[in-house]
T-cell receptor, first 119, second 117 residues
Framework: NAGVMQNPRHLVRRRGQEARLRCSPM?????VYWYRQLPEEGLKFMVY????????ESGMPKERFSAEFPKEGPSILRIQQVVRGDSAAYFC?????????????????FGAGSRLTVL | TQLLEQSPQFLSIQEGENLTVYCNSS?????LQWYRQEPGEGPVLLVT?????EVKKLKRLTFQFGDARKDSSLHITAAQPGDTGLYLC?????????????????FGKGTKLSVIP
């Protein structure tokens, strides 16, 4: 029973290159979330997707960042023209349609993260 | 902007000692979650508290949600080296989207706990 799978686990890019991070949700999960953890900072919400739909991208930087969750295949977080400030751990989480019956919220399962280093 | 402040930032204790870490905010949250994150891994959910004043126990870990739902604490009794890790609190507020009920989590920066054998 594989959990949330993220790859690559580590990615090194030079300034100006593109970074693509992939996330396969847990089996049976149809909601995907991306969070970013900058050095010495807490995790920050970026985007929430369902299959073929971006539900909430209020945490995404306005430029260079995009996310998708196609009908087939993993969710992809794409960062174009990377800069040093993009260096961070990017975590994907997934959830099912079932909610925690007390809080009314979806229960997120996080992946191990993709660590991006921009040289 | 909702913020969660966690204290202390770092804590190093001897095996067998008790400890409490705190999570405070000026905002009200509908629920609060505690996670543990180990180096190189993602956060793993420990508990969700929902009701003001709620206390939940998970073996040697006791979680409390403040009456006003603005703060929370995690108390560990007789800490063990296996408790070492980064403890994160995260506040949640449901937002309405077509009944999906999902929400964004606001995370604190965490308390880094080291338990020395």
């Amino acid at each position: 029973n594989a959990g949330v799978m993220q790859n690559p686990r580590h990615l090194v890019r030079r300034r100006g290159q593109e970074a693509r991070l992939r996330c396969s949700p847990m089996k049976g999960h149809s909601h995907v979330y991306w969070y970013r953890q900058l050095p010495e900072e807490g995790l920050k919400f970026m985007v929430y997707l369902q299959k073929e739909n971006i539900i909430d991208e209020s945490g995404m930087p306005k430029e260079r960042f995009s996310a998708e969750f196609p009908k087939e295949g993993p969710s992809i977080l794409r960062i174009q023209q990377v800069v040093r400030g993009d260096s961070a751990a990017y975590f994907c989480a997934s959830s099912s349609l079932l909610r925690d019956r007390r809080s009314g919220a979806n229960v997120l399962t996080f992946g191990a993260g993709s660590r991006l280093t921009v040289l | 902007t909702q913020l969660l402040e966690q204290s202390p930032q770092f804590l190093s204790i001897q095996e067998g000692e008790n400890l409490t870490v705190y999570c405070n905010s000026s905002s009200v949250f509908s629920s609060l979650q505690w996670y543990r994150q180990e180096p190189g891994e993602g956060p793993v959910l420990l508990v969700t508290v929902v009701t003001g004043g709620e206390v939940k126990k998970l073996k040697r870990l006791t979680f409390q949600f403040g009456d006003a739902r603005k703060d929370s604490s995690l108390h560990i009794t007789a800490a063990q080296p296996g408790d070492t890790g980064l403890y994160l609190c995260a506040g949640g507020n449901p937002f309405s989207y077509s009944g999906a009920g999902s929400y964004q989590l606001t995370f604190g920066k965490g308390t880094k706990l080291s338990v020395i054998p």
